[in-house]
């Protein structure tokens, strides 16, 4: 028969508890913590891409905002089809009246964007004005003419 010496008897006993519970704990705390962020950067991600498409496609606004008032306000069919009318008649005015003050606003911002490039050297104004534009297009798209 084989003895197990000491040495080898050591090497199979597992760690003490006190060092596996805090690595338990340690564990659920990562999983834990990895589980919030990926929540909230999806939550983020979601949240920008309903806002992007919104500013970018404002003819689907009148029926969406009419199906969330149904909903809220428990309307019939008629009223529904209704508020969707009254909507995308006052959409078309908000528009028209941002059609009008757009380019203004373009030409102001035209100029953040050339006095801050005005301070910068070459590679931080090229990187800026391309950073600007990007933001621009996303946030602030260019409105199509009003339509009379």
Known sequence: MKSETPSNVSQQLPPPAGRRRGLTILLALVIFVAGM???AALTVHFAVSRLQFAIHHPEAAPP???AAIQRRLDLDDAQ???VEKIIAKHQLEIAAIRSKFQPEIMQQLDSVRDEVAAVLKEPQREKWTQLFDQFQDRWLPVMPPAKD
Request: charged content about 20%; hydrophobic content about 45%; cysteine-free.
């Open 64 to 66: 969406r905002i009419a």
């Open 80 to 82: 529904s089809a209704e």
């Open 37 to 39: 962020a990926s929540g």
